[in-house]
């Protein structure tokens, strides 16, 4: 469930200009006109609710109770076993296990499961892929005791191997007893996803693959651990395995076993369209890989032995990504779901329910979450919890939903949200405060004011920014952003609404006129705003304004922040200049008993004003980092953060002096930060420009140019020393240093003309060019002649000076969102297309090449050209990368012992090290003894936004060109 994102995470952190804090010198009235009560739309009949939320799990696979105790059993991906207590004050957690060190090498463990007779004979049984003999996925009885202290406990000994088979992309892996004692165990198909069901096992029933077993473990042959009932459905077939329950899946990682009628609900992880729940009777066949869904897939495949039987339920991968089965309710809390199989989607978080109907099913749309759905459980009463993956660990339970439904009287007028006494005159209601930070976050150079609403005299406790703090129910923070104008002219009202424990974030949207604001639909809204010209800071013309979505929003108001980004101690230790009694905001809304901390700021997380020329510089960069950048790129942020820029950090602990899985733009032995190098610096070509690459890249369509000046300098002070490897602006008598020498002086502007073509030639030359322009260095003339020369050259350079071109006169690129309709709608020309891709506008081919899957760190466009056959597939996955990852391709960010980040696909793995294979085609090995922590990321190595840079005509004849190319080419 990635945070450098939007203007709406920065939600605290815009300088207001000349804001006193009005309440701090006089008692506290209280605020009692609040009508911010509930949410627009109405809510779920269900809720997740957190179960002790000071302990979280690293990539926990599976939950599940322990009979007639009050623990819960969790497994993690890593093989470690793992109880927590769940009554009393605070949990506790205990280590039953560590699989890997018994396995003697790296596990993946799926599940475990519990015999019925646990309570007497401690018998546990556990899923996971196995190093021996070049990995396989086995099932394995442990047995278990208590110690002295009553604490489970593994018998390291007592290993007994079940059953096995060979691992692959799917290994399926999860494990189940039903209520005629028999324990299902489920296998996947054995290969990547692609091409679908490479080893074409889901019909065919002599191997144990794409299958629901089920085998009885309290007896055993000669032969086998494990007896075969006598009613499985292929039994006297000796063309087949005798284990198979069910067939014809793919990766069913998750299932559940109805504990009163023995019915067993499959969720089956599709290929490219749909996602599957079967009711899986004795011997059925579910398709796979003839049908994806209701889909006919492969006609060529033979047909099992038994007739297809279409699912239950499919969800079109526009809803569903990757469905995780659970059990079927028999709880008394949730009263509608008495009967119902529930299961959720790993990747969207929404959890479904269906319940048989006679032959016919009912569907249930159950809650809507920010989870990683991994696994459900069902506790000793019944009651139903869910497990969370990587968002943030944790064990849920899902409960009733008793918030009254106030949607229809949700207030759709600033005016009438009891936030302003005048909503024209901004003049907040009685109790509302006002206040200011630090640092402010970049909003495009609007303007911003700010305020906090507690309801009546409650109060915030807890010191923000060092723990979470506690927010009494119906807290409103509140951003007013204006046009830089005299006088200002209202844009946006930005709200965060906590309610029944969840942060909402909504918008308002002002009238032309200035009188009201209109609530913004989740989805947001786009509109055309006149903007006053602003120097080299702000092009002044025409604009669109983006209010975000409600998604946007919680990109990066989540629980990996902490929800509330600026209302830190840090950020409120600006002065106030009113209350002679209160030197900071800080102190002032402590006065007013609106916080109840009293700690002081860490002297590492002290932060200053980026532009006090009075501070020093290193202080004024990295309070610009944090507050812009670190809301994104801290150590709690989503898995393809590998680089911090919190404030509290030491230098030497960002880990930016490494190259970046983004690429580098044309800059030669480029670093996120290259110390004393700001012109191979990604960070900083990043920050510059406009398009494909762009940070952020939700909620600012602007440069800062301040702050592109004041991050060049800093860097340029991180090291006085030049090397054989710096830009060419900085290496001596080169033509590019030249170059800026002659533009450091006054001077024929045809000289000077001539030294900006110099400097456009390259994306070294041309950032160390923009950089003066960004600080108001260079002339308007020279300004004029840049703007001529990048727009001749490619995408890379071209978009450093985007910024200094009214918005309507740009090219009119696709941009990172756009209507899909608007390449499909053209007929796309291949041999326009090949000039694309092997021209620099085009991202592809730095991963990609045509046919050489040596060369191509991802597959090659003829491995592309046959998985998308059509069009609207193809686009799809251009614009959506992250949201189907080929296992292949999956991306790992590797943390070593020294300190280093590696990110990059997997290779070549042995039982002591891999190799790892980065965006850049480099390949590094690294042994697992190095490795202080790895983990799987969720978002795919080929980035976002690569048709950014492109018209709409260019990206039809891009997609023309894969789709051409033929193994023969």
């Known amino acids: 469930m990635t945070h450098f994102r939007f203007f709406l995470s920065g939600f605290l952190l815009i300088l207001l200009a000349c804001c006193p804090v009005h309440t701090a010198a006089q008692p506290r009235r209280p605020w009692t006109t609040s009508r911010l009560k509930g949410t627009p739309t109405p809510p779920s009949k269900y809720r997740v609710s957190r179960v002790f939320p000071m302990h979280s799990f690293n990539h926990p696979t599976s939950i599940q109770q322990i009979p007639s105790t009050d623990e819960m059993l969790i497994t993690q991906m890593n093989g470690s076993v793992q109880t927590i ?65 009553g604490q489970l406990v593994l018998d390291r000994e007592s290993e007994r191997v079940i059953i096995r088979w060979p691992s692959g992309g799917h290994n399926g892996g999860c494990l189940r007893f039903g ?29 144990l693959l794409g299958a629901v077993l089920r085998i009885d473990v309290d007896r055993k042959t000669a032969q086998t651990n494990y007896v075969i009932p006598i009613d499985n459905p292929f039994v006297k077939n000796e063309a087949a395995r005798s284990e198979i329950f069910a067939y014809g899946l793919r990766n069913p990682w998750k299932f559940g076993v109805d504990g009163q009628t023995g019915d067993v609900f499959v969720a089956d992880n599709g290929w490219e369209t749909w996602e599957m729940v079967h009711h899986v009777k004795n011997g059925q066949n579910c398709g796979w890989p003839v049908m994806e869904g209701r889909a006919e897939l492969r006609s060529e495949v033979n047909v099992g032995p038994t007739p297809i039987v279409p699912p239950a339920r499919d969800h079109h991968h526009s809803e569903a990504n990757s469905v995780i089965g659970g059990p079927v309710y028999r709880g008394e809390k949730l009263s509608g779901l008495n009967g119902v199989f529930v299961y959720g989607d790993y990747i969207t978080g929404t959890i479904w329910g269906v319940k048989t109907a006679g032959d016919d099913y009912v569907y249930l749309d159950v809650v809507d979450t920010d989870l990683r759905v991994v696994d459900f459980a069902q506790g000793r009463d019944g009651e139903l919890f869910v497990l969370d993956y990587d968002y943030t660990g944790g064990i849920y339970e899902v409960l009733p939903n008793d918030v009254e439904d106030l949607s229809a009287d949700f207030p759709r007028l600033l005016s009438e949200t009891g936030l302003f006494e005048s909503v024209k005159d901004l003049k907040p209601a009685v109790g509302v405060l006002d206040y200011d930070v630090v640092v402010p976050r970049w909003q495009d150079s609007a303007v911003a004011q700010r305020w906090v609403a507690v309801p009546d005299l409650q109060s915030i406790d807890g010191d923000a920014g060092k723990a979470s703090p506690t927010y009494p129910d119906g807290t409103v923070l509140v951003k007013h952003l204006s046009l830089p104008s005299v006088p200002p002219i209202s844009l946006e009202t ?76 840090s950020q409120l230790q600006k002065a106030t200049g009113s209350d002679t009694n209160a030197t900071t905001h800080y102190q002032a809304l402590q006065r007013a008993g609106v916080l109840k901390a009293s700690g002081a700021v860490d002297d590492a997380a002290v932060l200053v004003d980026p532009h006090d020329e009075t501070q020093g510089l290193n202080d004024r960069a990295r309070s610009y980092l944090h507050a812009n950048c670190g809301i994104c790129h801290h150590k709690k942020g989503n898995a393809i953060v590998s680089f911090y820029l919190n404030r509290e950090l030491p230098f030497k602990d960002l880990n930016t002096n490494k190259g970046t899985g983004i690429g580098t733009f044309g800059m030669q032995n480029a670093k996120i930060i290259t110390a004393g190098d700001p012109y191979r610096s990604v960070l900083m070509y990043r920050m510059a420009k406009l398009g494909y690459s762009r940070m952020p890249y939700i909620g600012s369509q602007v440069v800062d140019s301040k702050g592109v000046a ?51 030639g390259s994306t070294e030359g041309s950032l160390a060019l923009v950089t003066g322009l960004h600080a108001g260095q260079l002339s308007a003339a020279d300004l004029s002649a840049a703007i001529t020369m990048a727009s001749n050259t490619n995408s890379n350079i071209r978009g450093l000076f985007d910024h200094f071109i009214p918005e309507a006169e740009r090219r009119k690129t696709l941009g990172r969102t756009f209507d899909p309709q608007l390449v499909l709608s053209r007929k796309g020309d291949a041999r326009r297309g090949k000039l694309i891709f092997f021209s620099s506008d085009s991202r592809c081919r730095a991963c990609h090449d045509v046919a050489d899957a040596g060369r191509s760190v991802g597959p090659t466009l003829t491995d592309v050209s046959k998985k998308y056959p059509r069009r609207t597939d193809l686009l799809q996955h251009m614009m959506r990368p992250s949201e189907k990852v080929d296992e292949k391709y999956v991306t790992w960010i590797v943390v070593t012992n020294d300190g280093r980040v590696l990110t990059g696909l997997k290779q070549f793995e042995s039982g002591d090290s891999f190799t790892l294979r980065t965006a850049d085609g480099k390949t590094v090995s690294v042994r697992n003894a190095d490795i202080e922590e790895q983990q799987r990321s969720r978002t795919s190595l080929m980035p976002e936004g690569v048709l950014a840079d492109l018209t709409a005509q260019e990206a039809a004849d891009l997609v023309a060109f894969i789709q051409s190319v033929s193994p023969k080419q």
């Not at 207590?85 to 890997?100: F, I, N, Q, R, T």
């Not at 020393?721 to 830009?727: A, L, V």
């Open 85 to 149: 207590s769940m009554s009393g004050e605070s949990a506790e957690k205990h280590y039953v296990g560590e699989l890997a060190q018994l396995a003697g090498g790296d596990v993946n463990l799926f599940s475990a499961a519990l015999h019925p007779n646990f309570t007497k004979n401690g018998h546990l049984f556990v899923c996971l892929v196995h190093p021996e003999g070049g990995r396989h996925t086995r099932v394995s009885r442990y047995s278990t005791n208590r110690n002295t202290v």
């Open 710 to 760: 004041l991050i060049a300098a800093w860097i340029r002070s991180l090291s006085d020393e030049s090397s054989k490897e710096s830009s060419p602006p900085l290496v001596a008598g080169s033509s590019a240093a030249k170059a800026l020498s002659v533009l450091s002086n006054n001077g024929d502007q045809i000289l000077r003309d001539a030294a900006v073509a110099t400097l456009a």
């Open 179 to 207: 209520p005629d004692g028999l324990l299902y165990i489920s296998t996947g198909d054995g290969s990547g996803p692609n091409p679908p069901d490479g080893r074409t096992t889901g019909q065919d029933v002599s191997d």
């Open 494 to 569: 930005q709200i965060l609404h906590y309610d029944n424990g969840v942060w909402n974030p909504y918008s308002y949207l002002w009238r032309n006129n200035g009188t009201d604001a209109e609530l913004v639909s989740s989805i947001g809204s786009n509109t055309s705003v006149s903007w006053p010209a602003d120097g080299l800071n702000a092009v002044g013309g025409i604009r669109i304004w983006r209010a975000s979505a409600t998604n946007e929003c919680r990109l990066c108001h989540n629980a990996g922040s902490d929800f509330v980004l600026g209302f830190t101690s």
